[in-house]
Antibody
Framework: QVQLVQSGAEVKKPGASVKVSCKAS????????ITWVRQAPGQGLEWMGW????????NYAQNLQGRVTMTTDTSTSTAYMELRSLRSDDTAVYYC???????????WGQGTLVTVSS | NFMLTQPHSVSESPGKTVTISCTGS????????VQWYRQRPGSAPTTVIY?????PSGVPDRFSGSIDSSSNSASLTISGLKTEDEADYYC?????FGGGTKLTVL
């Protein structure tokens, strides 16, 4: 079955960087994109951007431009999301999800909690 | 940026029907497909409707989706409500998510 498994929880200090991984299985990795979404505690879903696993094309949310980088490693069917210059309001659960036609995202990974605290 | 607005919360009794709206701010909501996701506490979202009105396998036909171009909105309708339907529901179109609607079944 199609599955996305994310890396474990992280605790970072303000100003640091975090890199979250998302390992895909059960489908042809390069036939789909990967979308990243985050959810701050008690808040809604925020679209961060997506990357094509076919050609590496990316599209980032405007408010994260310059701080976020999404990459893929097709040899291991793994996607990565790096966020730099972390602030306390970056504390959130970060999800990856397979991007399908029409921007539908399914399934989702289990989520990775990133806590930014001094 | 295309913004999607949902009611913060809705409540209804078991067995009844509830409709959750998702209104687009600018541009036509019909320009891109709308998806609906259900999120239970502590879990990742799962799809209940994709491409405006399609149900993934395993989602009962009590769930339906529609688009109303005249009001620039999408709707998720759940009939025959069950207590297990209690969750947060999010609409999504292209790169935008609605703010989410908390459904209470009481």
């Amino acid at each position: 079955q199609v599955q996305l498994v994310q890396s474990g929880a992280e605790v970072k200090k303000p100003g640091a960087s975090v890199k979250v991984s998302c390992k895909a299985s059960g489908y042809t990795f390069t036939s789909y994109g990967i979308t990243w979404v985050r959810q701050a505690p008690g808040q809604g879903l925020e679209w961060m951007g997506w990357i094509s696993a076919y050609n590496g094309h990316t599209n980032y949310a405007q408010n994260l431009q310059g701080r976020v980088t999404m990459t893929t490693d097709t040899s291991t069917s793994t996607a990565y999301m790096e966020l730099r210059s972390l602030r306390s309001d970056d504390t959130a659960v970060y999800y990856c999800a397979r991007r399908r036609l029409g921007s539908w995202v399914d399934p989702w990974g289990q989520g990775t909690l990133v806590t930014v605290s001094s | 940026n295309f913004m999607l607005t949902q009611p913060h919360s809705v409540s209804e009794s078991p067995g009844k029907t509830v409709t959750i709206s998702c209104t687009g701010s600018s541009g036509s909501i019909a320009s891109n497909y709308v998806q609906w996701y259900r999120q239970r506490p502590g879990s990742a979202p799962t799809t209940v409707i994709y491409e405006d009105n399609q149900r993934p396998s395993g989602v009962p036909d009590r769930f339906s989706g529609s688009i109303d171009s005249s009001s620039n909105s999408a709707s998720l309708t759940i009939s025959g409500l069950k207590t297990e339907d209690e969750a947060d529901y999010y609409c999504q179109s292209y790169d935008s998510f609605g703010g989410g609607t908390k459904l209470t079944v009481l």
